[in-house]
């Protein structure tokens, strides 16, 4: 599906990012891998308190490597400005294009708590710097790329806690800044064939989620979740497969999709065979999301 393309995952040591990378390489692309923690002395090194959470670059790039795709493992602090510009000059000069950038990294304290009192400068750096700022620059320097090639495909790894009600102020916040981008840069975007979106994954079973569901003393509730139902971190990524190999994602650019969503529109399932059903939240979400984003194309 995805042969010949070249793409970037920036958050890719752990969580939903890491089953992106997975499944863009299954599916053909070769990736590179962006994150600070290389391996697991970096885990360490990060650490400021809570539990530690497992995932490396170097153990996700012999994930892939061994079930025979292509990857490579990138470290970089995605929060500065020199490494990110960086970062995309060496792929650009190493492939010779760029056809699909992810902005899937996202800061959250280990010992992080959402509630208004709990939450300070530290966590704030984390989110607004990594989560916000940095998905700006690394779309600010991917599109420059993408400019002179007339082609390639933004992702931003979003959620729908920009838009319920129950969700911490600050995550809110991070998100809902995430989805303006997305709308803002696809329509400067889109006159030069490259497109940007949104996707709001649902509870993925990651490895933040896994230790929160064995010990809910760990700050991170997940006392809401299905987690019986809940998706890989591969789902998304098929999602993102299906976007970047259709001759027609210019159409799609600028908007919002909850991850079941673009199960229904492509015909896909999750790689563990299940097949959610578009849920009343996804139902009452999508008409709303391309509303908007057809005021927003004018």
Known sequence: MLEGKIAIVAGASRGIGAG??????AQGACVILAARTLDKTDIS???????LVPGTLTENVASISEAGGR??????????????????????????????????????????????????????????????????L???????VMMR?????????????????????????????VDRMTAAVAHDLKPHEISAVSIWPRWVRTERVAMAAEDPTLGFDVSKADLAGSDTPEFTGRGIAHLASDPNVLARSGRIFPIVQLAHDYGFCDIDGTCPDLDPFTQSWSGKLAAISDILDG
């Not at 992106?20 to 390489?25: F, S």
């Not at 995605?78 to 490494?83: G, I, R, V, W």
């Not at 690394?138 to 420059?144: E, I, L, P």
């Open 20 to 25: 992106i990378a997975r499944e863009l390489a």
């Open 149 to 177: 090639q007339k082609s390639g495909l933004i992702v931003n790894i979003s959620a729908g806690a920009s838009k319920v009600e129950y969700y911490n102020p600050m995550f809110r916040m991070a998100m809902a800044a």
């Open 138 to 144: 690394a779309t600010h320097f991917v599109s420059q």
């Open 71 to 136: 990857a490579e493992a990138y470290k970089i602090n995605l929060s500065e400005l020199d490494q990110i510009k960086l970062m995309i000059a060496y792929v650009a000069d190493k492939h010779g294009q760029i056809d699909i950038l992810v902005n899937c990294a996202m800061g959250f304290p280990n010992d992080y708590k959402g509630e208004v009192w709990n939450t300070d400068d530290t966590a704030w750096q984390a989110m607004m710097e990594i989560g916000v700022r940095g998905k700006y």
């Open 45 to 51: 090194a990060w650490h400021k308190g809570g539990p």
